[in-house]
């Protein structure tokens, strides 16, 4: 197995978000252009059996030189994030459908509002929902487009889709 | 060209014997001791308790509309009596607080003695309810090696840890009858086989099946057996479940185990009732009547044993 010399790829994503994550390399394992954070026993056991589809932790993807998060890494960084926002339930439910969020959503504004930064969205009950990125400065925004969304939890059920069984 | 032509021949022998349609199927379950009854099971969930640590889960879906009502013989699961949209498309499912799991689907996992810490092989894993339903019992801890042959189902597997958060999983594509391969020993094994299914279901399943298919799956469950008997610890357990209610796939199978390799039907105290020792003039080892066989009803047909090495 091979087990990442760095994992540059994943903190870097972090970083946008204003986390830094302290994952420990000797755990972080690259599958194809997929990463995965196992536990000690884990690691013997892909070490000794190689051919493995998936284990442990998820943490995302490099496709075409960008990196893809897995969403239990989203939530890694969740716990760590400084740019966030707080979206009412409407916008949640709106956000989680693959739409975008707009000024009048959105209830609380933490770290960066900044055009071009990311941010973690948030609803009420303090659940990351994804990840989206700012499309106008949010402290001079009255209204509209406000968080382009770039990844959410709802893509699990249009992965369902793709291979339902 | 000998193959082809035997089973042509089987094919023609089912015909003309009518070994299929809903009248033998129904004529079998009748000298089982039930009698046919059409059947709906309800839609059930499972809370994922490792994710909702703190909070009430099932509050929050009743808050939502969801009306649920707690499943008697099941810890965790719920029918879900009434829903204006479906809670598979949810918040609370998408971040992996419950499943959408079939009640009767609930129990196999739940009768192994002990998980937390175990190195479990599930043997024939995707879509991964179970395998989700493990890690729950185990916390997290230990291993779960999954296996699936299919491609397509594993990528379904994935999404389903994933979403689910668990942790303590490693999937290969490998299929159940060559598990010796990796060179692991485990604690427990869930068998949760490819069968026939039953007609509670799939509604066209009396026009689908005849008995050669059903016949064909129980060879291919024997060598399932026969290899996860291999790969069992000295004093591990193997909890052996099927949805089929076709004796082939289940009490013949467990009596065959209980010859042939090496294992004993142990007692389990589930919902469901006791196997039966007597099938069509066959008789069986006693204790396959510590097997449990479910009847559609409220939950699907489904049938599970548990079985450790003879002492």
Partial sequence: MKILAKTEAINNFAK??????????????KRGNRYFLLNQELRELA???????YAGTYLGKVKGGEFHPSFPLLFMIAEKAKNKVTVDDKSAWLFVCGRDLFKEGILKIEGSKGKGDYTLVFNRHGECLGCGRIVKDLE?????????????????????????? | MVLFIAKFLLHVYSFVFLMFGKDFFVGRYRRLGWEFREATPKQAIRVNFMNVRGFDVVGRLKGLGVELEEIPFLHGGYWVVRSEFSVGATVEYLLGYYSVQEAAAQIPATLFTDLKGKTVLDAC????????????????????????????????????LERCRVKNTIVYQLDARRVSKLGVRF????????????????????????????????????RILAEAAKVLKED??????????????????????VRNLGLEAVEIDCYGEEAPTEVFGMKLDDSVRNCRRIWPGETQGFFVAKLIKRR
Wanted: glycine content about 8%; some cysteine; overall charge negative.
């Fill in chain 1, 16 to 29: 946008r978000f204003g986390a830094e994550l302290d994952l420990d390399e000797r755990f972080v394992a």
């Fill in chain 1, 140 to 165: 001079k925004l009255k209204g509209g487009l406000a968080v382009k969304n770039l990844l959410d939890i709802g893509d699990f059920l249009r992965r369902e889709r793709r291979t339902e069984t």
């Fill in chain 1, 47 to 53: 070490e000794t059996c190689g051919n493995w589809f």
């Fill in chain 2, 125 to 160: 894993a995707a879509p991964g309810g179970k395998t989700v339903q493990m890690a729950d019992l185990m916390d997290n801890t230990g291993i779960i090696v999954a296996l699936d042959v299919s491609r397509r189902r594993l990528e379904a597997l994935a999404n389903h």
């Fill in chain 2, 236 to 257: 591990g357990e193997i909890v052996y479940a099927t949805c089929s209610l076709e004796p082939e796939e289940n009490e013949l199978n467990i009596d065959w185990a």
């Fill in chain 2, 187 to 222: 604690d427990r094994i869930l068998l949760d086989v490819p069968c026939s299914g039953n007609f509670a279901t799939d509604k066209d399943w009396f026009k689908r099946r005849t008995l050669r298919d059903v016949e064909s799956n129980a060879r291919l469950q024997r």
